[in-house]
């Protein structure tokens, strides 16, 4: 049974006549019989009277609202489809950390509306490991993360690096690390530090280099909003590492400092980089094929970088 049997019988059916159906279906009349004694032999029952009209039998009459519910369906389907190539699709769903949010995405957002005023863009600040855990569940289009490899080897995912940014001591004015122009590690790691919560990529890299140094990381409470760990420092007890992006709002209040950290010796006395976290923008080869989802792609590409660089001489 084929979709243009039934799609030849239901024709027959609203037109009466084999002619009105193919003429209807734009093929020829000996097309039409064919492939209504193709489904009638699939049934083992006739669905019309042969007479000077085309008449339902008993048969023909039971299947009929079944063969318009299936050809409904498929002109649906089919109209879904084709909206969603054309680019007209309700919504447009993005999850992104909490930096990028705050201080890269607006113009991107802005533009975005601009250019398809009928898409709904829904944007989601989430940690790195819960927003590729959305995108892989298919619940957003596209996520802006730091990379966890991990998550975003497999082959239907497309990824494109953003930029690479340091990370960064966010302190007390008067705490005891911001005497220092870059504070040491070994300094460091006396002290309790507020840390994002469970699924931020961030807590994972502040986590690992502490094993590296094979020292144990104090972390005194757990947050997960920018907010929060200014609001947490700014008491004089507690520090955190950060990304350079999310430290924007700190270096204009007096009651914080914030200070680059000292390369650090690794395990064979040689001096080893700083730390660092990559961003990147993760998505799936079919959304790419989607136009909206292309165009939001391409403005990030664009736009991100630029303004991160900025911000970050700044």
Known sequence: ??????????????????QGA?????????????QIQALEADLGLELF???????????????????RKICLEWETATQEMADLLAG?????????????????????????CRDYPDVQLRVTSLGSDRAL???????????????????TTSKEMVVFVLYDEPIEVLTAANHPLAQYERIPWSELIRYPQVVFKDGY???RLVQDRFDQLEATLQAA??????????????QGELVALLPQSALVEARNDPGLATRPL?????????????????????????????PPIKHFWQLVQETVPPQFKEIANG
């Open 88 to 112: 007209r699709q309700p919504e447009l769903c993005v999850a992104a950390i909490h930096s990028l949010c705050a201080y890269y995405l607006p113009p991107v957002l802005q533009k975005f």
């Open 262 to 290: 000292a390369n650090y010796s690794n395990g064979s006395g040689n001096s080893d980089s700083s730390l660092t976290r990559q961003v990147v923008m993760v998505t799936t080869q079919d959304r790419l094929q989607i």
């Open 49 to 67: 009277h042969r007479s000077s009209q085309a008449k339902l039998t008993l048969a023909g009459e039971r299947l009929l609202p079944r063969v």
């Open 22 to 34: 193919a003429q209807k279906c734009g093929v020829t009349q000996s097309t039409i019989s064919r």
């Open 1 to 18: 049974m084929r979709l243009e049997q039934l799609q030849a019988f239901l024709a027959i059916a609203e037109s009466g006549s084999f």
């Open 133 to 151: 855990k959305v995108l892989k569940d298919g619940l957003v289009d596209l996520a802006i993360v730091m990379n966890n490899r991990l998550l």
């Open 201 to 203: 990529g961030m807590q």
């Open 221 to 234: 409470l757990e947050v997960n909003t920018l907010d929060a760990f200014r609001g947490v420092v700014r």
